[in-house]
């Protein structure tokens, strides 16, 4: 706990805002939920991330990993990456369709999973990242989209104010 406490506390003096943090599932896995921003602002926020953690932790005798499947027969580690699109700052995926969502959401979700092959270069670039992708393991094996089930690429988070409406790419 003194270690993540030191990791969110650095995080925050270099401008890293962490809106929730927890232990995970698997032995020693923890998860950190950097808030929203721009996508330049959170790709760059995700260097500095990863730089804190592996440094606060070497600072503990530590060694931290961003593997996907670092212990077999335990859960792995994704990077789930939420998105939203907003126009003239207006939600554009709260609608009435599915799941409070809106047709053009639909839409965006239907294109991840149209291109997921060529998406899969970037999402999993490592032997690694397909041991992390297995049944039973709360991994996206699902070529799908829902709002309940964690086993599809497409996770619908739940959110009643329209401002919440997002996809999570898992």
């Not at 995926?93 to 053009?104: C, N, Q």
């Not at 992708?133 to 104010?161: D, H, K």
Request: aromatic share 10%.
């Amino acid at each position: 706990q003194d270690m993540r406490s030191e990791m969110l506390t650095v995080l925050s003096e270099m401008g890293v805002v962490v809106e929730k943090h927890h232990h995970e599932v698997a032995a020693a896995q923890h998860e950190l939920g950097i808030k929203f921003d721009t996508l330049v602002r959170n790709a760059d926020k995700m260097q500095i991330y990863k730089y804190v953690v592996h440094q606060v932790a070497n600072a503990y005798g530590k060694t931290a990993t961003f593997m996907p499947k670092p212990i077999f027969g335990d859960n792995g580690s994704g990077m789930h990456v939420h998105m939203s699109i907003w126009k003239s700052g207006k939600p554009s995926f709260a609608g009435d369709e599915y799941a409070g969502l809106s047709e053009s959401c639909l839409y965006f979700i239907g294109g991840i999973i149209k291109h997921a092959k060529a998406l899969n270069a970037f999402t999993n670039p490592s032997t690694n990242s397909y041991k992390r992708l297995v049944p039973g393991y709360e991994a996206p094996v699902l070529l799908a989209y829902s709002a309940r089930n964690r086993s599809a690429s497409c996770r619908i988070p739940f959110g009643s104010n329209p401002k919440a409406k997002r996809v999570e790419v898992r």
